[in-house]
């Protein structure tokens, strides 16, 4: 089995800095694309931003330029590190990771679409 823990939310001011992290456990051979999604109140969940293993991401329009992802391939983390911060951007962040392999005695499974419970990020002064 795998698991993803979520780290680093709070209460910050607007114009503040909060940086995330997440880390996968398990026996875990290899993951592929991992992500941040957020959940404000009454409203879907959607993507912040992801990271293949290879290093390209993608971010969501509203915090380009705001919101940096990073990971460790060694370590299974993915961090996101988050300036300049709104009162829109208070939500419940989860980590996300699409596809993780794991091996066990020599074999090799899938997980797909894993999730951490979240971490709650509140912009407010």
């Known amino acids: 089995q795998v698991q993803l823990v979520e780290s680093g939310g709070g209460l910050v001011q607007p114009g503040g800095s909060l940086r995330l992290s997440c880390e996968a456990s398990g026996s875990i051979f290899s993951i592929n694309v991992m992500g941040w999604y957020r959940q404000a109140p009454g409203k879907q969940r959607e993507l912040v931003a992801r990271?293949?293993?290879?290093?390209?991401?993608n971010y969501a329009d509203s915090v380009k330029g705001r919101f940096t992802i990073s990971r460790d391939n060694a370590k299974n983390t993915v961090s996101l590190q988050m300036n300049s911060l709104k009162p829109e951007d208070t939500a419940v962040y989860y980590c996300?990771?699409?596809?993780?392999?794991?091996?066990?005695?020599?074999?090799?499974?899938?997980?797909?679409?894993?999730w951490g419970k979240g971490t709650l990020v509140t912009v407010s002064s």
């Open positions: 990271i293949t293993s290879g290093g390209s991401t």
């Open positions: 996300n990771a699409d596809q993780i392999w794991t091996v066990v005695g020599g074999s090799y499974n899938p997980f797909y679409d894993n």
